[in-house]
């Protein structure tokens, strides 16, 4: 209840003319899309050991494992890349590690394996998992076949129910959204493991919805204003349901944002990306989805309604 009155400061109406900074955007956008694309060529992305191969160990204990005194251990081994996570049950954890060039993993492994478990009595580890590149590729190939499926559901989604148009903005806008995802991984080198595929997948799930509800406000509005001007019907959408996104994506950016500072190094690939996702899925919404169909325009032949003047609707 004390966080109730804020919600009060937000504006109910609002007279921004979003599509006069449409241009301003598109250079914007064209500018990260374009650093992101170099980062890509000259340091690529971080892969985890889920896209690289490394060595996997199952601990076990007879009671719950303590996660952060085990990463302790592991990191201690001088094991490279140490991921250290729970594994089914408080009992079971799962260390993962990248073995270094040149040695047998298997002799490594089982080297790692004898210094920890001396570190905790009672626990067990079966024989380690070594994960080869050949799995690590299709591991790879598979997460990016997984956003592209995403993506042409919903391109076929958006179409079926709106118009060519909002297809095709709604898909650009996406794209546009995973590029710059994808870029700032690159850029602040963070890791990228299955995941980030999943995160990604989120991501993707988040930008298309708050497309859907501006092509639904921009749809209606079309109804309602038959001989309006498309830029005024694109800005007075966009102003109706400006509250809403406030909201909603301050709700779900403090969520993530108490995660992503207190969850430790674990979960920060994870959240950071649906952070920024979400944030940028918010922006390409307003400036890149809406200015495109303001480029191709709209047929409005269908949209059985009587026009209304803009402001009209508006008087009692």
Do not use: C
């Not at 085990?70 to 094991?79: D, F, I, M, Q, S």
């Not at 710059?180 to 990604?200: K, Y």
């Not at 109804?223 to 830029?231: A, D, S």
């Not at 950016?253 to 940028?280: D, W």
């Amino acid at each position: 209840m004390a966080a109730w009155p804020l919600i009060r400061l937000i504006p109910r109406s609002t007279h921004y003319r979003f599509v006069r900074w449409a241009p301003v955007a598109a250079i914007f956008s064209l500018i990260l899309i374009v650093g992101s694309g170099v980062s890509f060529f000259t340091q690529g992305l971080n892969l985890g050991i889920d896209f690289k191969g490394g060595v996997a160990l199952e601990a076990r204990m007879p009671t719950a494992i303590d996660l952060d005194e085990l990463r302790k251990v592991a990191r201690a081994t001088g094991a490279h890349d140490v991921q250290v996570q729970g594994f089914g049950s408080p009992n079971s954890a799962m260390i993962r590690f990248l073995p270094t060039e040149g040695v047998n993993a298997n002799v490594e492994a089982n080297r790692i394996k004898t210094e920890i478990v001396q570190k905790f009595p009672g626990m067990t580890m079966p024989a380690p998992t070594v994960i080869g590149a050949k799995v690590s590729g299709e591991l790879l190939l598979g997460g990016f076949k997984a956003l592209g499926i995403a993506l042409l559901l919903m391109l076929g989604y958006i179409w079926f129910r709106f118009q060519w148009q909002f297809a095709v903005g709604a898909v650009v806008a996406v794209f546009h959204d995973i590029i710059l995802t994808l870029g700032i991984l690159s850029v602040m080198q963070i890791e990228f493991s299955m995941t980030s595929v999943a995160a990604l997948l989120t991501v993707i799930g988040y930008s298309m919805n708050e497309k859907v509800i501006t092509f639904d406000r921009l749809k209606e509005n079309l109804r309602k204003y038959k001989t309006t001007p498309l830029r005024e019907i694109i800005d007075l959408s966009e102003n109706e349901r400006l509250s809403r996104t406030i909201i909603t994506g301050s709700t779900a950016l403090l969520a993530l944002g108490g995660t992503m500072i207190f969850g430790g190094p674990v979960l920060f690939p994870l959240v950071f990306t649906m952070v920024f996702g979400i944030a940028i899925g918010t922006y390409s919404s307003i400036y890149i989805a809406l200015p495109l169909i303001l480029v191709w325009g709209v047929n409005r032949g269908d949209e059985e309604a009587k026009p209304v003047k803009l402001g009209a609707a508006s008087q009692p």
